[in-house]
């Protein structure tokens, strides 16, 4: 499985931006996707994961100002950031939670850099 991440890049804080995440090759079934991300020094955290019956969890730095959605058909997450503050500058990494025949496994993107200027 393959993941393919696009979206990121340079905004003024208050500014937006979508992250898009295509998961692909294989013969799988998406269980969750989502978002992670690492500022430079710091661990990596969770930010949103959507499950397929459309379940949704946020970390709290980012409640009202993010929007996570998922499209089943086409085994893609979306990452809707508004109001992006200069503390989200981070490396993003989407995950997808997938079971092939009867094992789960867990597969990760490539990082796509966001950078929110004061």
């Known amino acids: 499985v393959q993941l393919q991440a696009s979206g990121g890049g340079l905004v003024q804080a208050g500014g937006s931006l979508r992250l898009s995440c295509a998961a692909s090759g294989g013969n799988f079934v998406i269980i969750a996707m989502g978002w992670y991300r690492q500022a430079p020094g710091k661990q990596r955290e969770l930010v949103a994961v959507?499950?397929?019956?459309?379940?949704?969890n946020y970390a709290d730095s980012v409640k009202g100002r993010f929007t996570i959605s998922g499209d089943n058909a086409k085994n893609t997450v979306y990452l809707q950031m508004n109001n992006l503050k200069p503390e989200d500058t981070a490396v993003y990494y989407c995950y997808a939670h997938v079971r092939v025949a009867v094992s789960a496994y867990i597969y990760w993107g490539q990082g796509t850099l966001v950078t929110v200027s004061s």
């Open positions: 959507v499950t397929t019956d459309g379940s949704t």
